[in-house]
Nanobody, 115 residues
Framework: QVQLVESGGGLVQPGGSLRLSCAAS????????MGWYRQAPGKQRELVAI???????DYADSVKGRFTISRDNAKNTVYLQMNSLKPEDTAVYYC?????????WGQGTQVTVSS
């Protein structure tokens, strides 16, 4: 059974930082591209950052220079370090695992940026 379990969300003030974690089980983690997506109320889910099995990364323009995605294949975990957070970063953040036609999602973790 595949599980992606996110953690690390919460309430933070503008300019603050959070680190999200996504622990994967039931997959050969090192083969998968891992991504973070987010969905704000009334908006479509959007890609935030992705890291391939080869450690290449890509980011949405809105988070470049502020967010960093990384992975630890020994721990089957992907991280999203979020710095200089803005109110517009408020959303539910979802972990995604993709390998060819196989794709899995986590349950999401809420990130709220507010003073």
């Amino acid at each position: 059974q595949v599980q992606l379990v996110e953690s690390g969300g919460g309430l933070v003030q503008p300019g603050g930082s959070l680190r999200l974690s996504c622990a994967a089980s039931g997959i050969i983690f090192r083969l998968y591209s891992m991504g973070w997506y987010r969905q704000a109320p009334g908006k479509q889910r959007e890609l935030v950052a992705i890291i391939t099995d080869g450690i290449s990364t890509d980011y949405a323009d809105s988070v470049k220079g502020r967010f960093t995605i990384s992975r630890d294949n020994a721990k089957n975990t992907v991280y999203l370090q979020m710095n200089s957070l803005k109110p517009e970063d408020t959303a539910v953040y979802y972990c995604n695992a993709k390998y060819h036609f196989l794709e899995y999602w986590g349950q999401g973790t809420q990130v709220t940026v507010s003073s």
